[in-house]
């Protein structure tokens, strides 16, 4: 059970997935809403503001990505995973690329998707004070916010933390498979290059 109320909205067509989901996530404590596709779950992030959104990509109406893409573009920095029916690696990257925290190839196991859940909980409300400067860079950590100068730069959460975690680790070689585990809250497969993307994101926008 967790330890307090967070809120959870899970985004998903499927009448059965979706039921299963609310069930097994409010008998672990959360506080559940759900919405059936995109435009729904546009309205509920508005009126709700969960703590964390469990976002299927295949829905009709607004689909997964874009409903992704419109939360990112409004600013919404809430955590978010997606689940999909497709692993390929492309897949995965266009969910990330949308702006997805994490991502999650069906049919999983509801203890990896609690401790996915946790992790993205643990990284939205964990260790936020101090400002790290590197150089004219200044990542504020309470604020969430980065500047090169006095100018701002946009970075989507998991950038955020990425880009935190090694301004917190000067002079130490983080390998792997510590840095998914800090940023991802689990292993990831061995072939998965979400880290390669992101530092690439990371070294264009900073």
Known sequence: MTDSTNSILVVEDDPAVRDALERALGF???????????????????????????????????????????V????????????????AVGDRVEGLDAGADDYMVKPFA?????????????????????????????????ARSVHRGATPIELTKTEFDLLLLLARSPGIVLDRDTIY??????????????????????????
Not at 72 to 87: E, F, N, Q, V, Y
Not at 114 to 137: C, F, H, N, Q
């Open 110 to 142: 509801l203890d990896e998707l609690l401790a996915r859940l946790r992790a993205l909980l643990r990284r939205s409300g964990g260790d936020v004070t101090g400002v790290i400067k590197y150089e004219d860079l200044v990542i504020d950590a309470a």
């Open 28 to 70: 672990e404590g959360y506080d559940v809403r759900v919405a059936q596709d995109g435009a729904v779950a546009l309205s509920r992030i508005r009126e709700d503001t969960p703590d964390v959104i469990v976002l299927d990509i295949m829905m009709p109406h607004v689909d997964g990505l874009e409903t992704c893409r419109r």
């Open 72 to 87: 990112r573009a409004s600013g919404d920095r809430t955590p978010i995973l997606m689940l999909t029916a497709k692993a």
């Open 181 to 206: 585990e800090e940023i991802w809250g689990i292993d990831f497969i061995t072939s998965s290059n979400s880290l390669d993307v992101y530092i690439g994101y990371l070294r264009r926008k900073t």
